[in-house]
T-cell receptor, first 115, second 113 residues
Framework: EPEVTQTPSHQVTQMGQEVILRCVPI?????FYWYRQILGQKVEFLVS????????KSEIFDDQFSVERPDGSNFTLKIRSTKLEDSAMYFC?????????????FGPGTRLTVT | GQQLNQSPQSMFIQEGEDVSMNCTSS?????WLWYKQDPGEGPVLLIA???AGELTSNGRLTAQFGITRKDSFLNISASIPSDVGIYFC?????????????WGAGTKLIIKP
């Protein structure tokens, strides 16, 4: 079965540093997403992306966050100046379409630890 | 904002027991999804439901899309040790044109030794 991949699996960074989390969505998918899960809490939507622009973003996705599809395969999440509360698992997902009948495939996640 | 209540928060069961968990929303959903998450990994889709009243099985798992479109349940029959993990419900609001997934807080399943 096709899969979404994410790198790195674990990123440790100091507060105030910039981090870039990378995702390779499934090749024929057009819609991309980032979710966050603080340890022990529920998965939260951050942003959706289609046609090289943000479709929707949550209140969590403030000016410190940005997303980019720099080439035909990668989809990145950048946190400009990390805070302690950014420590979480970050999941990338992709789907063929945004419709309710299109499954979102999730990557394994990147654990971000901000110290 | 959108509310999705999932219960119970955690369950301690004996191997072989049946398990039931449910989710309710404050608004009408057009899709209900059930995911399982193992420690350190991403959520894996177990069952997807697209129609009110739909009852779908996947091996020992059965899930139903409530008639009111505001709730869903997941049952696991004859639990085994590998069922341990966190189960999340997620849904798509019928009024959300961006089809974001709204997630429940999860039900942690623990098998008593």
């Amino acid at each position: 079965e096709p899969e979404v991949t994410q790198t790195p699996s674990h990123q440790v960074t100091q507060m105030g540093q910039e981090v870039i989390l990378r995702c390779v969505p499934i090749s024929n998918h057009l819609y991309f997403y980032w979710y966050r899960q603080i340890l022990g809490q529920k998965v939260e939507f951050l942003v959706s992306f289609y046609n090289n622009e943000i479709s929707e973003k949550s209140e969590i996705f403030d000016d410190q966050f940005s997303v980019e599809r720099p080439d035909g395969s990668n989809f990145t999440l950048k946190i400009r100046s990390t805070k302690l509360e950014d420590s979480a698992m970050y999941f990338c997902a992709s789907s063929e379409s945004p419709s309710g009948t299109s499954r979102q495939y999730f990557g394994p996640g990147t654990r971000l630890t901000v110290t | 904002g959108q509310q999705l209540n999932q219960s119970p928060q955690s369950m301690f069961i004996q191997e072989g027991e049946d398990v039931s968990m449910n989710c309710t929303s404050s608004s009408i959903f057009n899709t209900w999804l059930w995911y399982k998450q193992d420690p350190g990994e991403g959520p894996v889709l177990l069952i997807a439901l697209y129609k009110a009243g739909e009852l779908t099985s996947n091996g020992r798992l059965t899930a139903q899309f409530g008639i009111t479109r505001k709730d869903s349940f997941l049952n696991i029959s004859a639990s085994i040790p590998s069922d341990v993990g966190i189960y999340f419900c997620a849904g798509q609001d019928s009024m959300d044109s961006n089809y974001q997934l709204i997630w429940g807080a999860g039900t942690k399943l623990i098998i008593k030794p």
